[in-house]
């Protein structure tokens, strides 16, 4: 090969594999950094949520130890948009979208805990949003059906609770105002959104011996709780909340 150098061809494959060498050592420490940051991340995301279920759970009273736990395994932070990741164990609740909230996390525990979710439960819930209390749920009971009355939200719940594995959980996008008849009747409902008076439809699709917890009231909103025995409908009232109103067939009746 005339005008070459003598040894130019070997220095030149060994500059080749430097430089082949760097690049895949600068590659293998970024990925490495990226994993230690990952598992840093995740571990201090862990912790978070501990203290979540210790400080602002449990310290106010919700004592169910199935509750409690499921509420450690649920990773709220998966439920909350990216840019609220470093707030998603905080105590408040966080906009997911659409005029709508994920609630704070107390409020989740005390609503489960009120429910008494046993595991072969069949659960309605009303107001799917986030996905984040069908995911309790889910793991404390037998099977939750979810609705949810904003398309673009139980879509993207839908398919970030099969991401995360949930088999019992069902999502359909409509009305919750009239309940879901063709899986009833449910051993439990919870509902999360608040109309100015208790559905009817939500009362008679619920088990004798079963319990609803709903937010109701317009400018002042209470939880109750209604106990559906043989001698009739037991209501209890609990702490004052502040839920988005329930919206849809409720507003043509006049109850919202």
Not at 130 to 151: D, M, N, P, R, W
Request: hydrophobic share 40%; charged share 25%.
């Amino acid at each position: 090969m005339k005008g070459i150098p003598s040894g130019w061809l070997s220095r030149k494959c060994r500059m080749s594999d430097i430089l082949i060498i760097g690049a895949f050592s600068f590659l293998l420490l970024g990925g490495l950094v990226y994993l230690s940051y990952s598992r840093a991340t995740e571990e201090s995301l862990a912790e978070q949520r501990l203290q979540m279920v210790s400080r602002q759970i449990a310290m106010r009273g919700v004592k169910d130890k199935r509750v409690l736990d499921a509420m450690r395994t649920v990773e709220r932070h998966r439920f909350v948009p990216e840019r609220l990741l470093a707030y998603a164990y905080g105590d408040f609740p966080l906009p997911i979208g659409e005029d709508q909230t994920i609630s704070q996390p107390y409020i989740v525990g005390l609503m489960t805990e009120l429910l008494k979710p046993q595991a072969d439960d069949m659960v309605l819930e009303i107001g799917t949003g986030s996905g984040y209390q069908a995911a309790v749920l889910a793991e404390l009971t037998k099977e939750v059906y979810t609705i949810e009355i904003i398309e673009k939200l139980a879509k993207k719940a839908e398919a970030l609770l099969q991401e995360l594995g949930y088999k019992n959980i069902f999502v359909k996008a409509g009305d919750g105002y009239k309940g879901w008849p063709q899986k009833a009747p449910f051993d439990k409902i919870i509902v999360t959104a608040a109309p100015g008076r208790v559905p009817e439809p939500l009362i008679e699709q619920l088990k004798i011996g079963g319990r609803m917890v709903i937010p109701v009231g317009k400018q002042e909103q209470y939880l109750l709780l209604i106990k559906k025995e043989k001698d009739g409908i037991k209501k209890e009232y609990s702490i004052p909340v502040r839920f988005v109103p329930m919206t849809g067939e409720v507003e043509k009746t006049g109850q919202n």
